[in-house]
């Protein structure tokens, strides 16, 4: 279970090294030790990328953070970051590692977090496969009862654990994130093809 911003936490030590690559915007991606996505920054994606974002300025963990999004939205974030708000922690600024409208501009990844509308699940699963490896955690976030098997009719690899979340979020502005209900927070279990990898 995921709740706010206490249990985002993945404690792995790795010193960072300089790739030599670039964000896009003038920063040097540095190969850090967990490459982690929220595919759609909407009200969800958004509002738990939003608190991801924030560990990259308030604890020692080290990765990069990717989102895609799209439009003036984008555009928001790009330029100013993600503004989130948030009904028990205020206002807050969050800026991930890179931002894009292009999941080719995304290396492998270690953690996603699939965050579409389930009409754009299936176009989004296609050009995602090639970023996915047997040890990448996807968490889908979207509604559906399906989603689970029609993932794996395109991605068959990788570990995908079966989710559910409680928040109530949405877009306010392109740019900001407004979070006014639920408990926010994430439950999910075990991959039914993977069920010796525990849920973390």
Known sequence: MIEGNRDLMY???MTPLDTGRSDGMGRKLKEKY???????VGGVGGYFGGKMAQLLNDTAIDFNLYFVAR????????KNGLRLKTSDHGEMICHPTMATNNINDLPQLDVCFICVKQYDLDNCLN????KVSQHTQIIPLLNGIDIYDRKRKIIKQGIVFPACVYVGTHIEAPGVISQSGGSCTIIFGKDPNNKDVEPR
């Open 34 to 40: 967990m490459n982690i996505a929220f595919i759609g």
């Open 11 to 13: 404690n792995f030590p």
């Open 71 to 78: 439009g003036s939205h984008l555009e928001q974030i790009k």
């Open 127 to 130: 050009q995602l496969k090639d």
